[in-house]
């Protein structure tokens, strides 16, 4: 699959392992539209229950665009998200899938690149979906914000999985919540972060016995990467993970990354995370 953003003059093109995005402030608006698209394709349900009333194909393919608006809207009109002078395209063997993110004029379209032999009925129907979304990776994806470090400080006692109801911050904090609700912590365990302990307790984080409102940045830093990275699978979004890290953490980092099998898209100026496919952002 290959994620192209057009964003002023700029055209970027997301389809190795790792691509790492560099240059100027304006690749944090890039990196966070790949972040909302992914999370709408991740999130897009199988479509086989839709009602046939004429032509198979043309049902499919105005259901999928009407599921995917409907997802991609809700997320940024409730999370307050808003793209300017922003399109993408979506291409896979079989489907392309291009919009606008442009929050007065957000649009999808849907072209069926290669078009199986189906009848035009419920099994053929359940054939056709099967048959896209297939070419279409379902990785989850995770952002994680380059100022980390004081948001796991804030929101530390958020992160904690109890019984009686879930974590998290509300939606309506925009892309600090995508970060903040990713991460679940069970209560009462323990974590190790390159020879730091995490605990985690009924109201909040500790690392070596200190409360997360107090802990060292580097190891606030550290933590959501290490964390994500060994827990989860998925497409990955970092940004500046450099940010307050020691050498000796970023050693480690870029090792760990390096080990992940994940997808990745790396935002950074920094010579040592600068891995895979680099792409220079310039000013507009």
Do not use: C
């Not at 690749?27 to 198979?56: E, F, H, M, W």
């Not at 379209?109 to 099994?123: A, G």
């Not at 890290?245 to 995370?273: A, G, H, P, Q, W």
């Amino acid at each position: 699959m290959e994620i192209n953003i057009y964003y002023g003059k700029e055209h970027v093109s997301i389809k190795d392992q790792i691509v790492t995005l560099t240059g100027s402030s304006d690749r944090y608006q890039i990196d966070r539209a790949v972040y909302y698209i992914l999370k709408t394709l991740y999130s897009i349900p199988r479509l086989y229950g839709i009602s046939i009333k004429d032509n198979i194909l043309e049902a499919w393919k105005k259901e999928f665009e009407i599921k995917f608006l409907d997802i991609l809207k809700s997320d940024m009109e409730l999370e307050r998200i808003k793209f300017n002078n922003m399109r993408f395209e979506i291409n896979t063997d079989k489907i392309s899938i291009e919009g606008n993110l442009d929050t007065q004029n957000i649009f999808v379209k849907v072209k069926l690149l290669d078009i199986p032999d189906v009848e035009n009925s419920l099994s053929g129907l359940v054939k056709l979906d099967s048959y896209y979304f297939n070419s279409i990776p379902k990785l989850k994806p995770y952002i994680i914000l380059g100022n980390r470090s004081g948001l796991i400080a804030a929101f530390h006692k958020f992160l904690i999985l109890h019984n009686e109801g879930t974590p998290g911050i509300p939606k309506t904090l925009g892309i600090v919540s995508e970060f903040i609700n990713s991460i679940v912590i069970p209560e009462g365990v323990n974590y190790d972060i390159f020879g730091n302990e995490l605990t985690s307790a009924s109201d909040g984080i500790m690392i070596n016995n200190v409360s997360g409102y107090n802990a060292s940045p580097d190891t606030l830093s550290l933590f959501p990467l290490k964390f994500l990275l060994e827990t989860s699978n998925g497409y990955f979004i970092i940004e500046d993970p450099e940010a307050n890290l020691s050498n000796e953490f970023k050693v480690k980092l870029i090792n760990l990354i390096k080990n992940n099998k994940s997808k990745l898209i790396i935002s950074t100026n920094d010579k040592d995370f600068m891995l895979g496919n680099i792409i220079t952002i310039s000013h507009f």
